[in-house]
Structure formats: structure tokens, C-alpha cells
């Protein structure tokens, strides 16, 4: 009874018609599938030998049914009867050996079991049933055992992530581990926040996700429902039904869902309760900033993917234009209140969008706008959500695409406006927002003072002034602002310094020694005038 067969390697399938006929035990009478081809992979649960004229009597379901064919009926009646009565306790299969009374099936046999759809098997040889009962019981019972242990794992596995605080992209994570299935969480207004894809990808298992899960169905407990046949479990949150985990269907021909599966989106569906207590930021506001981080990281597998994310959670991904807005907080804390009140302020506008925080004290806004509408006065109202006190948060905009995998441009460039934007700079006049057309020169400089280049360039152009200044009490350096300031008018440079003429002509030439400079060059000045815009940006004015 050396038997091998998949079921009785330790996996979850469990042992089919089929199955059990590719057993060496029975293969050796060599079976042949007479009706009920499409029963063949209905799940036998237990092995009946019988020669009695009623045997469903001691049937439950779900048996191998084995017979010599020596109880059966003489008459048509009642082999239809004998047929229907197995066929109404969900017998899997009817074997019957055609060694002793028949070496063919009846034809009033055959007949009505095609009618029930009740799958009619032959043994050309003899077979020892009780061998094959041996056999096929042990494979069940040691399925039933590793089940037991199997589901032991995934009790002791969702009660660590309980015990450890997880959150609920760690719970759902584990289901589609676990499952080997794709399992998504979403909201009561079916706007999917965690996808979890096994097998496949985000876009397949989110395209149209709203209208699929609408068709779906509300059922009650873990069910399996809708035309696609997901399983769903509700998922709740103080005493009220807050949203629902959906475990897909592995494709169409793909395995059933099977105790275990319902055992682990049961176990997922009290997880991501108790996390909902654990995690008071709303759950949408996190898969706000997770889709936000992604599409600005680019960690997205594909274009697609990263569209059908943001249309699960309500972002209209085509038609639609792009603007990123970044809202910096001068304390560089006091983010979730700030994302918050953005959210509300984007929700006022009636434009479609994310909203997440991308770093400590740094906000980020998605704008969808429609193919017509203009973005500004949209940036202007969510502006005004934006937290008050001085100095201001500094608020900037990238400039406007047309595909949501453009929006990481969108993103950059309005980081780099928020680079070029030190605190307090006062806004352009009738604005709330800094844009890329406000960054000139000094602006840019101060984007770039970190770098030991520019850094350079400023002392070689300066250095020798500055010490001077510092040596001798002197304000050469203003002096020498004024004068490009004015484009080169010794007299305009000396009113505005206060000077004398003279007393402005014998600075200037002292400059021009000290730096080895010709204060008449267009050149030289322009290198000195952008060099004292580096020091300005250095020492932050």
C-alpha cells in the first residue's frame, strides 16, 4: 500500500474522483470512465463498499461508491431508483467491477446515470476493495492531518502579527502569501487601498475594479459571490461594518477555493480589525501616501499598473491632466494635521486627487483635473487649506502633464521650485504658491549652495574683498553692490551708496586692485555680480 499521489504530498488540493482512479490500487483493475466525465474532479471524502439494494441510506456525501453489481436491480425502475438515491446524497462516483454478475454495464444503468450527471466507472479486472479503502482512507486522513496542521500555522501566524501591532499592509501581505491568491482591501465605497497581487499583476487585478466589485455583492460572513466568484469577508471596525478582503480566483482554470483559503481570509478579516484600532490614521489616508510615494519614486512594476492603482482609489488615471503641489512645513513636523486639511481642502474643490505626506514636514497633492480646466485658481483653494503661522509653509507647483506616469516630472520640478525657495521669501504678488517661471538666478544659486562649486567660485571671486573688509573695518563689498547694481553708473552707485564721486572713483579702483579686477569689463562684471549673488544665497538673505 505504498501509494503516491499530490494529495498525500502535504498540499491543500484535496483528493478528486480522478485522483483516487490514478491510484495504482484501482488503476490495476483498469478503470474506464463510463458518465460524468465533468464529476471527475468533484472531491471524494470517504470509500464505501457495498452489495446492498438501498446504500444511500448509510451515505453522506461526498463517497467512492464500490459494488460488485450483485445488489443491483433487475428491472429499469428500479436501477434508475437505486441511481437517484446515491445521486440525491452527493455520492462522488459509482465503481462497479465487471468480473462476477456483469462483464458489461447495463444500458438502464448507464442511462440513468448519464441523466444524473453521476459518474459510472468499470473495472475490467478484479480489484480488492478493501485494499483500495485502505489506501484511500489513509490518503484522507493524512490530508485531514496536515489540514489541521496547515491551518494551526495560519492561526499562530495572523496571532504574531496581532501581537506585533502590524499594520494593515503587513496583514493583507500575509494573506496573499499565505493563500497564494491576490487579496485586496477596500473601503465600504469600494475604493481598493491595498492590493496585494499573487500570480499577476496590479492591472489585472485592479482594471474596472469599482464596477467589479459593485457587481459583486454585499454577502454576510465569508463568502464566495459575485461573476467572478471572489471571496469576500467583511472587515470591521468598532462594532460596524467598515469595508470588506476580497481574495481573487486564481483564473478560470484555476483550483477552487478550499477550507483553508476561507480559514485564512477569516483570520485576515480579524487582523485588519484589530489593526483598525491599533492605526487610528484612516486607512485612506495611507493608501493616499502610499500611491503618491510610488508614482513619485517610480517603484510602480508598470505605466499600466500605477493607473489601475490610482483609478481603484477614485483618481480618474485617463483623460485627465496632471499638476503636482508640494506644501512645506517650516517647523518640518505637524505632517498628518497638514494632509488632513489638505484633503478636506482638495475634497472642497470638487477635484479628484491624492493627498499624502512624502517626508517629515513635507506634503504632497495630486490635481486630476479635467481636460479643460485650468489648475491655478484649483492650487489657490487647496492653498487655503494650507495650515497657517510664520513663517508661512512654503508651497510649491510643478508644471502641468498629461499622463499620470508623467506625474514624477511634475513631482521633481516642483521640488526643485521648493529647493529655490527660502523661508519667508515673500510670494509673487497676487499668488499663493511659488512655480518654475519664479526661479532666476538668485533663486537658482540658492538651490545649488550646498555645492562646494559654487562655493568655490564665490571665495575666488570675493575672498580677497571680504578679508579686507574684515581687516580694516572698511564696506568695499557694498560698495562694489551699489556699483553693479547700477549696471556700471558711478553716479547712480554713489548716490545710492551715500558717497562722494570722488570718494566712490577711489573705492572702485581699490577693488579693482584688490581683485585683480577691470570693473570697465561687461565680462568681469557679470562674473562678480553672479558671484555676489552665490554669497547672498551662502549667507541665506
Not at 517629515?360 to 483635473?369: C, D, E, K, S, T
Not at 547694481?485 to 551715500?498: C, F, H, P, V
Amino acid at each position: 500500500m505504498n501509494e503516491t499521489h499530490p494529495a498525500a504530498q502535504g498540499t491543500a488540493r484535496p483528493l478528486t474522483v480522478a485522483d483516487a482512479l490514478a491510484l495504482p490500487v484501482l488503476a490495476a483493475g483498469q478503470p474506464l470512465v463510463v458518465t460524468g466525465e465533468a464529476g471527475l474532479d468533484g472531491p471524494v471524502r470517504w470509500v464505501h463498499i457495498t452489495e446492498l439494494t438501498d446504500p444511500a441510506s448509510f451515505l453522506k456525501g461526498g463517497e467512492l461508491v464500490l459494488t460488485t453489481g450483485m445488489p443491483l436491480p433487475q428491472d429499469a425502475a428500479g436501477v434508475r431508483r437505486y441511481v437517484d438515491e446515491l445521486a440525491d446524497v452527493g455520492a462522488a462516483a459509482l465503481v462497479i467491477e465487471l468480473v462476477r454478475r456483469y462483464h458489461r454495464p447495463p444500458d438502464a444503468l448507464v442511462d440513468a446515470c448519464r441523466v444524473r450527471g453521476l459518474p459510472l466507472v468499470t473495472l475490467a479486472k478484479d480489484v480488492n476493495f478493501l485494499e483500495v479503502t485502505q489506501v484511500v482512507h489513509a490518503l484522507l486522513l493524512g490530508n485531514q492531518a496536515d489540514a489541521m496542521r496547515r491551518t494551526q500555522r495560519v492561526h499562530e501566524a495572523f496571532t504574531a502579527l496581532t501581537l506585533r501591532g502590524a499594520g494593515p499592509e503587513d496583514v493583507v501581505r500575509a494573506a496573499a502569501e499565505m493563500s497564494g491568491r491576490t487579496v485586496v482591501l477596500e473601503n465600504l465605497v469600494h475604493q481598493a487601498l491595498i492590493c496585494e497581487p499573487s500570480g499577476g499583476t496590479v492591472e489585472e487585478a485592479l482594471t474596472g475594479w469599482e464596477h467589479r466589485s459593485r457587481a459583486t455583492g454585499t454577502g454576510e460572513g465569508t463568502v464566495v459571490q459575485g461573476p467572478e466568484g471572489w471571496l469576500t469577508a467583511p472587515v470591521t471596525y468598532q462594532g460596524e461594518r467598515w469595508g470588506r478582503v476580497a481574495m481573487l480566483p486564481a483564473g478560470p482554470d484555476g483550483p477552487a477555493f478550499g477550507p483553508e483559503d476561507r480559514t485564512v481570509l477569516e483570520r485576515t478579516a480579524m487582523a485588519l480589525t484589530v489593526a483598525r484600532l491599533i492605526h487610528p490614521t484612516p486607512w485612506e489616508h495611507t493608501a493616499h501616501r502610499n500611491a503618491l510615494r510610488d508614482l513619485v519614486e517610480h517603484r510602480h512594476h508598470s505605466a499600466e499598473d500605477a493607473r489601475a492603482r490610482c483609478a481603484a482609489l477614485g483618481l480618474p488615471a485617463d483623460r485627465s491632466r496632471f499638476v503636482a503641489v508640494l506644501v512645506d512645513l517650516p517647523s518640518g513636523g505637524g505632517g498628518q494635521e497638514a494632509e488632513a486639511r489638505l484633503l478636506q481642502g482638495l475634497q472642497a474643490t470638487g477635484v479628484a486627487g491624492l493627498v499624502g505626506e512624502l517626508a517629515p514636514g513635507r506634503v504632497g497633492v495630486l490635481l486630476a483635473l479635467r481636460p479643460a480646466q485650468p489648475w491655478r485658481p484649483v492650487v489657490e483653494q487647496v492653498c487655503g487649506a494650507v495650515p497657517g503661522g510664520e513663517p508661512r509653509p512654503v508651497v510649491s507647483v510643478g508644471s502641468e502633464v498629461r499622463d499620470l506616469a508623467e506625474s514624477a516630472r511634475s513631482f521633481r520640478e516642483a521640488a526643485r521650485v521648493a529647493e529655490a525657495t527660502p523661508g519667508g521669501l515673500p510670494l509673487p504678488e497676487g499668488r499663493s504658491f511659488h512655480e518654475l517661471s519664479d526661479i532666476g538666478l538668485r533663486r537658482l544659486l540658492y538651490a545649488l549652495r550646498e555645492d562646494t562649486r559654487i562655493q568655490e567660485y564665490t571665495e575666488r571671486q570675493l575672498g580677497r574683498l571680504i578679508e579686507h573688509d574684515t581687516q580694516h573695518g572698511s564696506d568695499l563689498l557694498t560698495t562694489l553692490r551699489h556699483y553693479l547694481d547700477a549696471a556700471g553708473n558711478k553716479t547712480t552707485a554713489a548716490r545710492r551708496g551715500g558717497l562722494a564721486r570722488e570718494t566712490m572713483y577711489q573705492r572702485l579702483r581699490t577693488i579693482e586692485r584688490l581683485l585683480g579686477r577691470d570693473l570697465e569689463s561687461g565680462e568681469e562684471r557679470t562674473e562678480l555680480h553672479v558671484a555676489l549673488a552665490a554669497l547672498d544665497a551662502l549667507r541665506a538673505r
